[in-house]
């Protein structure tokens, strides 16, 4: 059993018989009476966002989930699949696990696939990609990094603002929490 000390992001946990992730908590400790912890979490097979205060020392039951190292092959109108980079076994994840972060997978692309016993629950993708622009306006002589921003498409389907002056056919690095631009890759 845990407390809500160990209350951090992407802990996960259950609650009412489902296992739930952290997405953001606020430790508070109020001047008069007791500390409490506030907490936004997401149900990971429902996909539910809810808001739930916990008193300050209250036990919690932690769900260790396993990480398995996966690579993205492919995907069609009901599931993505991967493959186990050391056993090469294939497995189909559905739509609503990768419901957040399907707009960011490549190809080829290594990931972590989170299994609670032999069932996978959730994916952990990396902070930063790098993209291709495959669609945006073109740019125009004295466009500038403060000029603005215009959107761009990128090869994995992201629709992302960038600055004026990247051209279509370059590459970006996108910051997969945000969903915003970082910088040109050269």
Known sequence: MASTSDIRNGFTFLYNKEIYKIVEFLHVKPGKGAAFVRTKMKGIK?????????RAGEKIEEVRLDAKKMQYLYSDDSSYYFMDTETFDQIPLSNEILSDVSNYLKESMEIKVL????????????????AEIVETDPGVK????????????????????????V???????????????VERVK
């Open 46 to 54: 429902s996909g539910k966002v809810i808001d739930k205060t916990f």
């Open 115 to 130: 299994f609670h016993g032999n069932e996978p629950v959730d994916i952990e993708i990396p902070p930063f990609i790098t």
């Open 142 to 165: 004295g466009d500038t990094a403060q000029g603005g921003t215009k959107p761009a498409k990128l090869e994995t389907g992201l629709m992302v603002n960038v600055p004026l002056f």
């Open 167 to 181: 051209q279509q056919g370059e590459s970006v690095k996108v910051d997969t929490r945000s969903g915003e631009y």
